[in-house]
């Protein structure tokens, strides 16, 4: 396999690979912080307010973890440096060769 | 595909280019000057009010009354700079409602220099409020050895907040951008629904977040008694469950 086939193989790999990976540990701590949430807004309805506020807060940071996979992945794929130095490599031999 | 309107230059300005990250910050400024400025053209005390005064004031009042409930401390120093967050990256993240308007808070720099400024004002505020001796005393907090990972963890809530707000508005772009090659007209429609309430609770949680930053600079100091009040206990909890991640 050539590199710059190589480098798009493990890229795509590896970006997948970020997501599914990224995606589990955030989706359990989500859940176990909704369900937490639920459970005292069921026991004490009165502090629902302040309950629901750091909910929110907490799950966007408990979230971010998942956002830093995406924008990893998301780099591979869109703006790989790897990728854009291999394809400079490549048009530069070709157009010493040629 | 782009992953940042960086990319796009629209046009340029005395041999500077203008991208659209640029163009549309000021378009969301002007929106917001503007607007302000003309609603409250002319205002006078004993008329009753008019609708876009009312709902004005329902917004102030609103982020009063959160900043209130997050630091129990008086909320008129704060509110300028939170509510300018605030409203900034509410307004710019709504607007992604507009065909063509790229949200400039789906850029990097423009999420980068939001969280600069929070990270210059949490010392401006907790100088102004302990005095310079006392302000850098709260890195010594609890003992001397906590000096680095305090400093480290003031590096790593900027970061923290330029790349979340940054990563949330631009997974919402780029999914839109996939789905509408896969299945357009419905789909990109729903997500882009989403994509407004989570520009929303992005806005929400940048503000909150820099609100709970200023307040644990400014509020009572930490001390390491057994029994702190509630209010030192609300501004810490939610310093700690940064400070973990």
Redesign the interface.
């Known amino acids: 396999m050539t590199d710059i086939g190589l480098i798009a193989a493990i890229s795509i790999f590896t970006a997948g690979l970020t997501v599914a990976f990224g995606a589990i540990g955030p989706a359990l701590g989500e859940a176990r912080a909704a369900a937490q949430a639920l459970a005292s807004i069921a026991q004490q309805p009165d502090a629902s307010g302040?309950i629901s506020?750091?909910l929110?807060?907490?799950l966007?940071?408990i979230?971010?973890?998942a956002?830093?996979c995406?924008?990893v992945s998301?780099?591979l794929i869109?703006?790989n440096p790897f990728w854009s130095w291999a394809t400079e490599a490549t048009a530069a031999a070709a157009g010493a060769g040629g | 595909m782009e992953i940042t309107p960086d990319a796009r230059i629209l046009f340029e300005v005395a041999g500077l280019p203008v991208n659209a990250t640029i163009f549309n910050t000021w378009i969301v400024m002007a929106l917001l000057t503007i607007g302000s400025a003309l609603i409250t053209w002319r205002l006078q005390p004993d008329v009753p009010a008019s609708r876009w005064r009312t709902a004005l004031e329902v917004i102030v009042t609103a982020i009063e009354a959160q900043i209130a409930e997050v630091t129990r401390q008086p909320s008129t120093r704060f509110i300028p700079f939170i509510g300018t967050l605030f409203l900034f990256i509410a307004v710019s993240n709504l607007l992604l409602v507009v065909p063509g308007f790229a949200p400039p808070t789906a850029s990097l720099s423009t999420t980068t220099a939001l969280a600069l400024t929070v990270l210059v004002a949490v010392p401006a505020f907790g100088i102004a409020s302990r005095g310079l001796g006392g302000y850098l005393r709260t890195y010594l907090q609890p003992t001397i050895l906590m000096l680095p990972f305090n400093i480290i963890s003031e590096v790593t809530r900027g970061l923290a907040l330029a790349v979340r707000l940054y990563g949330n508005i631009m997974s919402g772009a780029v999914i839109a951008g996939i789905l509408l090659g896969v299945a357009p007209f419905f789909f990109p429609v729903v997500m882009d629904m989403l994509g407004l309430l989570t520009g929303l609770i992005q806005a929400y949680i940048f503000a909150v977040l820099a609100m709970v930053y200023i307040a644990a600079a400014t509020g009572p100091v930490p001390r390491a008694n057994p029994s702190p009040s509630s209010r030192e206990r609300a501004a810490t909890d939610v310093g700690a469950l940064d400070g973990e991640k």
Request: net charge neutral; glycine share 0%; hydrophobic share 65%.
């Open positions: 302040a506020r750091t929110f807060v907490s966007a940071m979230e971010s973890t956002i830093y995406f924008v998301m780099i869109f703006a």
